[in-house]
């Protein structure tokens, strides 16, 4: 049973950093993507950033230029880096990793709070 284990979040002002990590407790072969996922209260789950097997990366549009993601398949690890964050960031954060033959896993979440 692959679990992924989410750390760095936590309370920080605006404009400042943030560094979010998950990474599966056990290995996992043929990863296909990595990403981030954010939801806020009152609203839908979002995409935030996904990195793929092969390189490419995407990013929802209100995080362009200020986050970036990236990986370390060979710890099964995934990070994201959060800069210049606005209180529009506050949300819960969740990691995913999705492998062949139907693996789609979800860390259990990991708060950021944005606020003076």
């Known amino acids: 049973q692959v679990q992924l284990v989410e750390s760095g979040g936590g309370l920080v002002q605006p404009g400042g950093s943030l560094r979010l990590s998950c990474a599966a407790s056990g290995s996992i072969s043929n990863i296909i993507a990595m990403g981030w996922y954010r939801q806020a209260p009152g609203k839908q789950r979002e995409l935030v950033a996904v990195t793929s097997s092969g390189g490419k990366t995407t990013y929802a549009d209100s995080v362009k230029g200020r986050f970036t993601i990236s990986r370390d398949y060979a710890k099964n690890t995934v990070y994201l880096q959060m800069d210049s964050l606005k209180p529009e960031d506050t949300a819960v954060y969740y990691c995913?990793?999705?492998?062949?033959?139907?693996?789609?896993?979800w860390g259990q979440g990991t708060q950021v709070t944005v606020s003076a």
């Open positions: 995913n990793i999705k492998a062949i033959l139907f693996i789609d896993r």
